[in-house]
């Protein structure tokens, strides 16, 4: 709980100063710079899930069913966003290589835009280091986290969502329907061991129940920022003194790298914004390599075509778990680099 309390600290404190995304940056800093301080921190068992759960309702109860026609056209264009991505991947995972003496395979699946523990996992069944990709790609979703939201406030270019929103009424019971059901379909799919289940399992029924035109309730947003907190929280832990410390020589080539990603999945998610008449800050957040569910509370708050972005990472994460296995196998491992 004094993990939590601390991140709560620091949303309320960024909240306080205006900064976007208060509750998941302040408690993320918070915490990340307590840990790296040397302090022993933890949060409490399910705590990340719980947060997953209470956004993935909320952000899949913006999808109407005019929305989901909508961004359901696009299908063909997130499929060939999710490619460029995965080999936009390569390019960084080549920057990566000659910079940091890495192997190839901890190179290629530090720089694909991939979940923490699946390319972890990945990197380990074809020789890797898993240190260093859950490393890079924890730095990665920080870097997104941390510049994007905040380059696109200072900009102007919030509150320009595409769609009208509805914004439904809190119900006790309601609620308590559409958590029960998110986390049966959470549970099945972890299960299975679906990436982010808990977070795409309840945002599926929600989705479900809102296309329906079923309205059972919304989710206060006082719940939305407590979830924050334990999202924010969470990935703070991920920066311990001793691991930091242990892979300090391997941190400047995985910014570099994260840089090189992050600039070329941006551009390209502008250039869809103006061909196809979007809001290129959407399009921005749709198109970054940042964490799904980090992402889809950005669009939140910020009120930038949630439903939008959420379509874009979610093609995007099935495709890379599906893809990078075989593409290593294909174009690199045979050929002894990256």
Known sequence: MVTLALGLAGGFAFDRLGVPLAWLLGSLGAVAIVSLMGARLAVPPGARQTGQIALGTAIGLTFA????????????????????????????????????????????????????????????????????????????????????????????LTGVDPFDLRVLAFDPG?????????????????????????????????VIVSVTGTELSGVPTELVNLAQVMMG????????????????????????STVVLIGLNVITGAAIGVAFDLPVATMALAIS??????????????????????????????????????????????????
């Open 65 to 156: 069913p005019e929305v989901a026609v909508f961004v359901a056209g696009f299908l063909p264009i997130m499929i060939g966003a999710a490619f460029l991505s995965i080999g936009y991947g390569v390019l960084a995972g080549r920057v990566l290589r000659r910079t940091s003496g890495v192997d190839d395979a901890t190179a290629f699946f530090s720089s694909v835009p991939g979940g923490v523990v699946e390319m972890s996992v990945q990197a380990e069944r074809y020789g890797g280091d898993t240190a260093p990709v859950a490393l890079a790609q924890s730095l990665r979703i920080l870097f997104v986290v941390v510049t994007i939201p905040p380059i696109i406030t200072v900009l102007g």
């Open 174 to 206: 309601g609620l308590a329907i559409l958590t029960a059901l998110g986390l049966a379909v959470g549970g099945l799919l972890a299960r299975r061991r679906i990436a982010n289940a808990w977070f795409l399992g309840p945002m599926g029924v929600a």
């Open 233 to 256: 929280a969470t990935l703070g832990l991920r920066y311990r003194r001793d691991r930091v410390l242990a892979l300090r020589g391997f941190l400047a080539p995985a910014l570099l």
């Open 289 to 338: 390599p940042g964490g799904m569910a980090e992402m889809s509370i950005t669009a939140k708050v910020l009120h930038l075509g949630v439903p939008i972005v959420v379509a874009f990472h979610v093609v995007r994460i099935f495709l890379v778990i599906g893809f990078t296995g075989p593409i290593f196998r294909r174009f690199f491992a045979s050929r002894g680099t990256v």
